[in-house]
């Protein structure tokens, strides 16, 4: 019964160590959803100003963008996966790459072929064991994603999508050269990429699966097309509003050639905000499951520890008593 007693005390030492750890990062995980939240917040105003100014301009210009127009012949589809750097986040990865497999599925049924794109540890872990073929991945900063970060995956998500399942630009016809002085946009790099290298794996359409943050409970995984990009539609009383506030200078043509490609990337940095508060809550729902499973096992080894030590103080009375007894029968026969 010792024996017994202290393996039992050995594991509820165990226990109450794995608990203080889940619970520092129960702790961790709240902090961050606060700051992950307040960063949400921050993207949301410029996302919103910057999908009304492209609804100005694509309601107001009668001009076509690569970005705007769909392909009529979809060979490829490119699917943005993003998942988290670590675990011990309960089933928020699972639960987006179940989303993402039925995206893909979508994609093969209709006869298309899936380039994947994955941003997290875990995504790029599932896929390779799989030996699924990467087109790029990211890893790093699912907790704590930057602007950078954001751009430059767009980075090369747009010229994939420029360069189309075809390999060529015909898609960009309509739009004049840039100047020397003017900056390389998403269009110029596409070009500059496909002339220097045959990296660039173009796609018909881009689709982002990531997780949406709803509140510290429900966080849903969610997905979107990223291109051609599905503006909102101005609708015919803001319509004049919009032609009214809007002075396009530089040209329309000009304007929609810079501000989409920097649409596309605040979707994408907006989607990995969301992802990264989720993934936050998702760990400390998770860390504080795990703690509170810690105490009712500490609770049920306690009381195994108690009753085999009741036990073994029971066992000694007896042993106790019963010397006694045998010592008190030997002096009554002599």
């Known amino acids: 019964m010792g024996a017994q007693a202290r393996v039992l005390r050995r594991r509820i030492k165990t226990v109450q160590s794995t608990k203080k750890i889940t ?39 009668s001009v076509e963008h690569p970005l705007l127009t769909p392909r009529q012949n979809v060979q490829r589809a490119g699917v943005l996966v993003i998942t988290s750097d670590r675990g011990l986040a309960g089933a928020y990865n699972a639960n987006v790459l179940r989303l993402a497999e039925q995206v893909i599925a979508g994609i093969v049924e209709r006869g298309a072929e899936p380039v994947l794109f994955v941003v997290g540890r875990k995504g790029i872990s599932y896929y390779r064991f799989r030996g699924r073929k990467l087109a790029a991945s990211w890893s790093g900063f699912s907790e704590q994603p930057q602007y950078a970060n954001a751009k430059a995956v767009s980075e090369a998500l747009v010229p994939s999508f420029l360069v189309g399942s075809e ?124 703690s509170d499973n810690a105490q009712d096992l500490i609770r049920s080894l306690t009381r195994e520890a108690n009753q085999a030590r009741q036990a073994d103080i029971t066992q000694e009375i007896s042993e106790i008593v019963g010397g006694a007894d045998a010592l008190a029968a030997t002096g009554s026969d002599e």
Do not use: C, W
Request: aromatic fraction near 4%.
């Open 23 to 61: 619970k520092a990062m129960e702790l961790i995980a709240a902090s961050r959803i606060v700051k992950a939240q307040q960063r949400v917040a921050a993207a949301a105003p410029y996302t919103t100003e910057i999908t009304k100014v492209l609804t100005a301009l694509a309601s107001n210009a």
């Open 167 to 290: 390999g060529n630009h015909e898609h960009d016809e309509g739009f004049g050269a840039e100047s020397a002085e003017a900056p390389m946009t998403a269009a110029d790099l596409a070009a500059e990429l496909e002339r220097t290298t045959d990296a660039v794996q173009g796609v018909d359409e881009l689709h982002i699966v990531y997780t949406k943050f709803r509140n510290m409970l429900s966080q849903d995984p969610t997905t979107r097309q990223l291109a051609p990009v599905e503006l909102p539609d101005a609708g015919l009383d803001t319509g004049d509003e919009l032609r009214a506030a809007y002075e396009f200078e530089p040209a329309a043509p000009e304007l929609l050639k810079t501000l989409l490609p920097d649409y596309v990337t605040a979707v994408v940095q907006s989607a990995m905000l969301e992802a990264a508060a989720s993934e936050s809550a998702a760990r400390r729902r998770a860390m504080k499951a795990a």
